[in-house]
Each structure stands twice: as structure tokens, then as C-alpha cells.
């Protein structure tokens, strides 16, 4: 027993805690940090491997929360690097949306469709399970016009208006945790718990040095606070100036000065105003950017609905920069809106027309929710319900890939399955999959064998 004592006094709750907190970084190591549907990573070009070059950082930590759980004294640990960890950590939001902004109009693309279904689904939810939807009307979609986090006026600086500065500005919002990886979550815990770790190992010391080490933190979080302010402020600051230069008239500036703080503050190369005002003022001083002038002119022409002409501007300016979101995510909107009008002419629908449309818009914004969705619907107006089903397959794959995917949206899926073994003649299978269509606990677990008949004898 006495033998034992020695072992049972190195198992200590602070070991324990830390040994507890390493693991978690351990999975911080293993999970991705951040999640996308593959379609848009090819479509946009986006390169994930820099947000999850953060599981380094996490094997990191790793190996010495348990250096210290399994060899170290724990009073003598790094503590101050493991707040550095964590501020770190915690700024990943800002960091992707300030320098990713491909990744953060994409993720918020997916949300906003996603959205826009569910209300679609409340609002029609009498007519999505009769009649085959043959006479549900589609809604027109919308494009996301920016991610800048722009300041419009001093009311800003009210402390009511600062929790912007959280969702727009530090990235905290919605739609980027929609797609945040379990990695980072894991990071994020497993530092915590490390620290707490720490701190319990100080014994009687622990208040006064974990003051001491706030002395040392808090000037460098003042920093990084103040750099991420100033990073916030001076683009507005500068925005606001090119609308006064533009109105005087002084164009060559405003396309230098747009050019450089486009590059040096990424954010606004997805913002509609930045870009109409850079095409006009590039125009205007005899130097039009051939890209940003069609994409000018296709805003015009989308904003008149003028839906055909607007594609065309739109086209152009993804033939000559491809990869570039902006436009392309314009030209999807506008040819689903194409097929939404012909879907929703009244006597004259055509919902032929509308599945070449909402097919198109697939091939050129891969996984846009609300052109599979209404893919989907048109699909079975038409008639089609096994095609609608294999759209509802797709649907359900692509939303695997959600963090948090449109239950509406996995509902409706589901149903259009239901409607395409029905018409097959698989009851069973039409029976499982309406259960699935109004039941998400069915989602990923068997329906036993008795559901399946719920019309038998004594059922």
C-alpha cells in the first residue's frame, strides 16, 4: 500500500486537469479547423490548409500540456504562452474574415440561402406536403452584396451599436461558425482547461500571480486590440474619403488609392459599393478595368431585372477573372431568378425552362442551396420525381458538409425521396423516408421494422 502512496499523490487534480486538457488539444490536432463544401473550394479556388495549419499550433500546446502533466513540475509551466494560445485562438474569426474573404462570402452565401429556405418552407408549410407542390410559388433569390464591416456614421461609436463589432467586424456571427471545424472548439477548451490546470497547481499562490500575469497580458492584449481597431477604422475612414474625391471628380487617386486598399484590406473586393465606385472611376479616368466594368454594368442591369442582359455583363467578367466570387455568385443569382420567373408565370409556367436554369446556375456556383432546392421542386411539377429525388440525394450529401445544416431544407430532401419511392411503388422505403422528412431523430438511425407498417393490425 505504502508503495502505492507515491502514485496516488502524482495523480493530483491539477495533473489530472491538465492530462484532461491535452487531450482535448490532442483533437484540436486531429479535427479540421474550418469546413466547406468541396464544390466551392474548386469553384472559388479557396485553400483551407492555412486556417487548419492551426492544428499545429494545437500539437503544439499538446505536447507540452502533457510534458508537464507526465514529467514537469506544474508551477513552473508556461502559463503566459498558453493566454498567448488562447488570444490566438479566439482571433481566428477576425483573421478569416479580414484575410479570407473568399471564405467568409462563401460561408455566408450558404447561410443566407439556407435562411431564405426555411422561410420559404414556414411560410408555404401548408401546400410543401399536398398536390405535389403544383401550385407553391418560388422565392427570388438574393446575393450577398458585402462582408465589409463599414461604419456609416458616429451613432456607430454608442455602445449600443458595438455588438456589430463582434459579428462583423472579430467575425463572431453566424454564418462563420456555421462551417467552424471541431478543431478549433477543441483548441480552444483544451487551453482553458490547461490554464485552469496551471493555475491549480500554484496552491496558495494562485491569486497573487495570477494578477501578476494579467500585469504582463494586458498590454499586449491592449495591443492587439488596438491594431485590430485601427485595422477596422482606418479602411472606413479612407472608404469615406474616396466618396468625397469621386464626387470632386478626382478620379485617378480614388483607383490607386482603391487598388492598395483593396489589396491591404481584402474585405473589400466583395463589397458592391467599393467596386460599382472603382469601375466608375477607372472609367472616367480612361483606364476601366474590363472585369469591373461588366460587373458595373450587371449591376445595373440586375438592379432594373433585367435578369438577361445582366447575365451577360456577368459572363464576361467571369471569363476573364474565373475564380473571382463576386461576379460569379452575381451570375448564379441572376440565372436562378431566370428560372424562379419562369417558374412562377402563372398559367404560362414553364418549369422545363426553369430546371435548364437552376441547372445552369449549378454549374456555375457548385452547391447553391436555393438553385438545388428549387431544382428540386421543379423537378417534381414537372413531373420528374425520380430526378427530383437524385437532387434531394445530393442535397443531403452536400449538407453533410454544414456545421449546423438547414433542418427545412434536410426535411424537404427527405420528403422528395419519399415522393419518388412512392410513385415506385416502395412503400416501405416512401413510408421511412416521409418519417425522415418530419423527424430528424430518424436521420441517421434505423426505423425499426414496426414503423415501417403503421397501418397493420394492432399497430
Known amino acids: 500500500m505504502q508503495t502505492l502512496l507515491p502514485l496516488l499523490n502524482w495523480f493530483n487534480r ?182 485552469t490546470a496551471f493555475y491549480l497547481g500554484l496552491a496558495d499562490q494562485t491569486l497573487d500571480l495570477f494578477l501578476v500575469d494579467m500585469s504582463k497580458a494586458l498590454p499586449w492584449v491592449g495591443l492587439v486590440a488596438g491594431i485590430v481597431g485601427f485595422s477596422l477604422l482606418v479602411p472606413n475612414l479612407i472608404n469615406h474619403e474616396l466618396d468625397t474625391m469621386f464626387a470632386k471628380g478626382e478620379y485617378h487617386p480614388v483607383v490607386t488609392i482603391s487598388r492598395t486598399l483593396a489589396a491591404w484590406y481584402p474585405p473589400l473586393q466583395g463589397d458592391e459599393e467599393f467596386l460599382q465606385r472603382r ?39 467571369v471569363a476573364i477573372e474565373p475564380s473571382q466570387f463576386f461576379a460569379r455568385q452575381y451570375l448564379a443569382t441572376t440565372i436562378v431568378n431566370q428560372g424562379v420567373s419562369y417558374f412562377n408565370d402563372g398559367k404560362n409556367r414553364k418549369p422545363g425552362a426553369a430546371i435548364d436554369r437552376f441547372e445552369a446556375a449549378l454549374k456555375i456556383f457548385p452547391g447553391h442551396l436555393e438553385a438545388m432546392y428549387d431544382l428540386m421542386l421543379a423537378r417534381v411539377v414537372n413531373g420528374e420525381f425520380n430526378q427530383s429525388s437524385r437532387v434531394a440525394r445530393q442535397l443531403i450529401q452536400d449538407l453533410s458538409h454544414f456545421h449546423k445544416p438547414s433542418f427545412s431544407l434536410l426535411g424537404q430532401a427527405y420528403l422528395h425521396s419519399s415522393w419518388a419511392s412512392y410513385h415506385n411503388g416502395d412503400l416501405n422505403q416512401a413510408w421511412k423516408q416521409y418519417r425522415q422528412s418530419i423527424d430528424n431523430t430518424a436521420w441517421d438511425k434505423p426505423i425499426n421494422e414496426e414503423a415501417l407498417h403503421p397501418f397493420d393490425e394492432g399497430g
Do not use: C
Request: aromatic residues 16%; glycine residues 8%; negative net charge.
Open 279 to 317: 469601375a466608375a472611376a477607372g472609367f472616367y479616368d480612361g483606364e476601366p478595368d474590363p472585369a469591373l466594368i461588366n460587373v458595373a454594368k450587371g449591376l445595373e442591369r440586375y438592379h432594373l431585372r433585367d435578369y438577361l442582359k445582366a447575365e451577360d455583363y456577368f459572363q464576361q467578367a
Open 14 to 195: 491539477e495533473r489530472i486537469t491538465l492530462l484532461m486538457g491535452s487531450f482535448a488539444l490532442v483533437l484540436g490536432a486531429i479535427e479540421p479547423w474550418y469546413n466547406l463544401p468541396p464544390h466551392a473550394l474548386e469553384a472559388f479556388g479557396i485553400n483551407l490548409s492555412v486556417i487548419n495549419a492551426g492544428r499545429i499550433l494545437a500539437a503544439l500546446f499538446a505536447t507540452i500540456g502533457f510534458a508537464f502533466a507526465l514529467w514537469f513540475r506544474i508551477d513552473r509551466a508556461p502559463r503566459l504562452l498558453f493566454w498567448s494560445g488562447i488570444i490566438a485562438v479566439l482571433l481566428v474569426p477576425y483573421l478569416v474574415t479580414t484575410y479570407a474573404p473568399t471564405v467568409t462570402l462563401v460561408a455566408k452565401a450558404y447561410y443566407e440561402q439556407g435562411q431564405q429556405i426555411n422561410k420559404h418552407v414556414e411560410v408555404n408549410f401548408p401546400q410543401v406536403q399536398s398536390q405535389w407542390k403544383q401550385n407553391i410559388p418560388l422565392e427570388q433569390s438574393s446575393p450577398i452584396t458585402s462582408t465589409f464591416f463599414s461604419i456609416q456614421d458616429s451613432r456607430f461609436f454608442q455602445l449600443s451599436s458595438w455588438d456589430e463589432i463582434w459579428t462583423r467586424g472579430l467575425g463572431y456571427s453566424n454564418h462563420f461558425f456555421g462551417f467552424i471545424g471541431q478543431g478549433w472548439v477543441f483548441t480552444a477548451i483544451g487551453l482553458a482547461i490547461g490554464l
